[in-house]
């Protein structure tokens, strides 16, 4: 297309298209989630997000390439930048960190101890400043 950006004249252009049956090993989940990051051994509950981020496809006008030294780096056909990581790595990282954070702020509200509460007088007894105080005290 006229008016596009294109890789080094050397680099080869890889196949992006990912098959819909494809999952990544258990390894290769543990591996990009590290590289999050994580650590899928405490943090198992969010392993979804490197399951889905492995398999996050590029965004319009990328295209993995390959260099002469064998390296895959990806490419926008509509801007000209390159890049070593998957262009949608950083969304990821940013969902991990988030998805953290609201888990950590999700187990600090259930280990908040619980005031109990303290029964309202029975119906047409009235009880003395000094008893309302103890009540609400201890």
């Known amino acids: 297309k006229a008016g596009m950006a294109s890789p080094d004249s050397r680099s080869v252009i890889l196949d992006s298209d990912l098959p819909d049956n494809f999952e990544a090993s258990e390894e290769e989940v543990w591996e990009y989630a590290r ?18 981020g492995i398999k996050a496809p590029l965004p319009a006008d990328w295209k993995p390439c390959k260099s002469t030294s064998g390296d895959v780096y990806y490419f926008n056909f509509s ?54 105080y103890a009540m609400c005290v201890h």
């Open 79 to 132: 801007t000209g930048e390159s890049r070593w990581d998957h262009p949608q790595d950083d969304h990821y990282k940013k969902l991990y960190l988030q998805e953290k954070q609201m888990l950590k702020r999700k187990v600090n509200k259930e280990q908040t101890p619980r005031v109990a509460a303290t029964p309202p007088p029975p119906p047409g007894k009235l009880l003395s400043l000094r008893a309302c």
């Open 35 to 52: 590289w999050l990051g994580m650590d899928p051994e405490t943090e198992d509950e969010l392993l979804w997000i490197a399951r889905e």
